[in-house]
């Protein structure tokens, strides 16, 4: 019996170099910035409405079907894609975007591997199908783990990874038979494998005294559920025939005048008249072109600064780019708006400047995690968590251990959250991960990591792996290509991974810009002793620096804590343990953030679902809410440093005093 993804063609693995040298603020923006990025041939713009685009969400109930046959084919065989999918079986209502796992009463399917298909037929406007010169899009915004796509039975993409948006023009499918509905496909499957990001593996149990026919797991070495389906809204777009498809800019100032240096990628088209226009938050145009690439240059600059940071934070101008084309029988106009912030970062040896202010992240780690809905898209539990992250006076996350949806860091970009970007390189301890198949994964990966989001001002930094084997011989090339190619990629932001290793055998640590450290005194190690963190977390900062001299944050400490519970002296798993672990982890904070330390990450915003097993009771609990986003006593201990931080490191607006809401 076998359980795997179709196997994805890898193009061949090349080897990067990089060389970063230092130049005067001009002479970067002129010699650097031109080639700021390198990325896929085609862009991955967020879908927008505009004048010449519409977008129709797909978001609601969808037929679903799990594949529950010994091999888990049988959909294929069969060819399910091909007729309704209730003509091939029993379905059922399923929820998108949601995970499927905690929908139903079903204990097999909470734990299904395999492939389960989706279906849902749409009405497309008239207008889209008798148009010619309209394109029509399908657009998955993440789906886990591999994904192939029918529609109308022609398939028309497929797409290794979850996470990560996809997409397929569909215009001449449908329009090949315009009578009938569309009638949407997608069959989702998530077995890992050693090669895929992030790997597992499938192990079966043979001994029938102890186990049924074909019994198997799927084991993987992260610490939290794997939940799969399709997790993000799947959408229809239009744009006409001659579009607007990629948008790169990359920003800069120099005193009271700001530099937004920018590119446009246009398709079905050598060349187009085309508009660029700069405008202010009140719409004002502040610059312009007539160019696809150049530098606007304009005066009286608005930085986009962290929250907490500056009194007037997240400031956004409006990059609109207007777009007209003609051929023998139509005129063609694309219009497309792409929020801007302008802001730098730089890092030294012991800062992490934001427009050449110290920054001090003081912010929490997430999961995508929720009651019923799994990692499923729920803009309410979006703004509930941007409402407790201000609340609790954090500045910043990071997106462990996956890229987030593009919604949320678009929240970010907005109410000024700093974001550690990260990939879902997490889990990769077995050797034979660091391959050259699971490199090239990881490298397209990247590139479609860095091709969603190169435009957030609220990014400043890239992740491409959480606690990997970093020790292991194969660990050092693997991660010096990984991260020199991320560098071509952007050069314009630092690039980590975020280690548990020990400082002296960390192959891939002096490849990084910073040093990104997760470590668990007095719980995974020396548990109930409480006095060994300062002495233990003390030696691992000044052990990091003396070895690298490159700035450190702490990516993740904490506590497992039920709540409600309690005990004096403290406990392991009570309120009070997890307190005290906090503030004896902040006095060493208090000492180093004078030296090399920059920033400081809790393990974890909330509590989360894990994989059932006798060290978790209902998922992960070292949250400072709880799962339902209740606060947890350490949630109070947070939120009362936070704003003594932000007192002492930025610029606080009255507003924010004691906030309540986003504003």
């Known amino acids: 019996m076998t359980s795997h993804p179709v196997k994805c063609p890898h193009g061949s693995l090349k080897m990067f170099t990089l060389g970063r040298s230092r130049w005067l603020w001009y002479l970067c923006l002129c010699a650097v910035l031109p080639g700021s990025f390198c990325l896929l041939a085609t862009g991955m713009l967020f879908p927008r409405e505009s004048s010449s685009r519409e977008v129709k969400d797909l978001s609601g109930l969808w037929s679903f079907r799990a594949d529950k046959s010994p091999n888990r084919n049988q959909g294929f065989e069969k060819a399910w894609y091909k007729s309704r999918l209730a003509e091939t079986g029993p379905v059922i209502d399923m929820a998108v975007p949601a995970s499927f796992n905690d929908i139903t009463q079903d204990p097999k399917l909470r734990d299904f591997i395999g492939w389960?298909?989706?279906?849902?037929?749409?009405?497309?406007?008239?207008?889209?199908?008798?148009?010619?010169?309209?394109?029509?899009?399908?657009?998955?915004?993440?789906?886990?783990?591999?994904?192939?796509?029918?529609?109308?039975?022609?398939?028309?993409t497929e797409h290794n990874g979850g996470h990560l948006p996809f997409e397929a023009e569909i215009g001449s499918v449908i329009r090949a038979d315009p009578k009938s509905p569309c009638r949407i496909t997608i069959a989702v499957n998530n077995t890992l494998t050693l090669e895929t990001l992030p790997p597992g593996t499938i192990q079966y149990f043979n001994d029938p005294t102890k186990y049924p026919d074909g019994f198997f797991v799927q084991n993987t070495n992260f610490d939290f559920f794997n939940y799969a389906g399709i997790h993000r809204p799947v959408l229809l777009y239009t744009t006409p025939k001659v579009y607007i498809d990629d948008i790169t800019v990359v920003t800069d100032f120099l005193d009271s005048t700001g530099f937004v240096k920018y590119k446009i990628s246009i398709q079905n088209a050598v060349e187009a008249p085309i508009k660029v226009t700069l405008m202010d938050k009140n719409r004002h145009c502040v610059a312009?072109?007539?160019?696809?690439?150049?530098v606007l240059k304009f005066t009286d600059v608005q930085l986009w600064w962290p929250y907490l940071m500056h009194d007037n934070p997240a400031y956004l101008y409006s990059l609109e780019v207007h777009l007209m084309a003609a051929d023998e029988r139509s005129t063609y106009g694309d219009i497309y708006t792409v929020p801007v912030g302008i802001r730098t970062v730089h890092v030294t040896s012991t800062q992490f400047l934001i427009n050449n202010k110290p920054f001090y992240f003081h912010g929490v780690n997430k999961h995508e995690d929720s009651d019923i809905r799994g990692k499923g898209f729920d803009w309410s539990l979006i703004v509930k968590d941007f409402n407790l992250l201000k609340w609790l006076g954090a500045n910043s996350f990071r997106t462990s251990h996956y890229p987030y949806a593009e919604e949320i860091l678009q929240?970010?970009?907005?109410?000024?959250?700093?974001?550690?970007?990260?990939?879902?390189?997490?889990?990769?301890?077995?050797?034979?991960s660091f391959g050259n198949t699971s490199l090239a994964h990881h490298l397209d990966?990247?590139?479609?990591?860095?091709?969603?989001?190169?435009?957030?001002?609220?990014?400043?930094?890239?992740s491409v792996a959480n606690e990997p084997a970093a020790e292991m011989p194969p660990a050092e090339v693997y991660f010096k290509t990984l991260i020199t190619h991320t560098k071509t990629l952007d050069v314009t932001r630092p690039v980590t991974y975020i280690t548990d290793s020990n400082y002296a055998r960390d192959r891939g640590a002096p490849y990084v810009d910073v040093i990104c450290v997760n470590s668990y005194f007095s719980w995974y190690h020396d548990p109930g002793h409480?006095?060994?963190?300062?002495?233990?977390?003390?030696t691992q900062f000044e052990n990091w620096y003396g070895k690298y001299q490159k700035p450190i944050i702490q990516s993740e400490y904490g506590a497992d804590t039920v709540p409600g519970l309690h005990s004096d002296p403290p406990m392991m798993f009570t309120e009070e343990y997890q307190n005290v672990v906090l503030q004896?982890?902040?006095n060493v904070f208090d000492q180093k953030r004078k030296k090399y330390v920059v920033g400081e990450l809790i393990w974890n915003f909330a509590d989360f679902m894990t994989t059932q097993g006798v060290t978790r009771v209902v998922g992960?609990?070292?949250?400072?809410?709880?799962?339902?986003?209740q606060p947890k006593a350490a949630a109070f201990i947070l939120k009362e440093r936070y704003w003594k931080l932000a007192n002492e490191t930025g610029k606080i607006p009255f507003w924010t005093k004691y906030p309540c809401g986003l504003v």
């Not at 312009?288 to 150049?294: D, M």
């Not at 479609?448 to 609220?458: A, I, T």
């Not at 409480?530 to 003390?538: A, F, G, M, R, S």
């Not at 992960?620 to 986003?629: E, I, L």
Request: glycine residues 8%.
């Open 116 to 156: 389960v298909w989706y279906e849902r037929e749409v009405l497309v406007p008239s207008r889209w199908v008798t148009d010619e010169g309209t394109r029509v899009v399908l657009r998955v915004g993440s789906a886990h783990y591999y994904s192939v796509v029918w529609v109308n039975g022609v398939k028309v």
């Open 584 to 586: 004896s982890y902040h």
């Open 445 to 462: 990966v990247m590139d479609e990591l860095v091709r969603r989001d190169k435009n957030h001002p609220s990014v400043v930094m890239w």
């Open 530 to 538: 409480l006095d060994v963190i300062p002495i233990q977390l003390n």
């Open 411 to 432: 929240m970010c970009d907005r109410h000024g959250i700093v974001v550690i970007d990260e990939c879902p390189g997490v889990g990769i301890k077995d050797i034979r």
């Open 288 to 294: 312009s072109s007539n160019k696809s690439s150049g």
């Open 620 to 629: 992960n609990k070292k949250g400072v809410f709880s799962r339902q986003r």
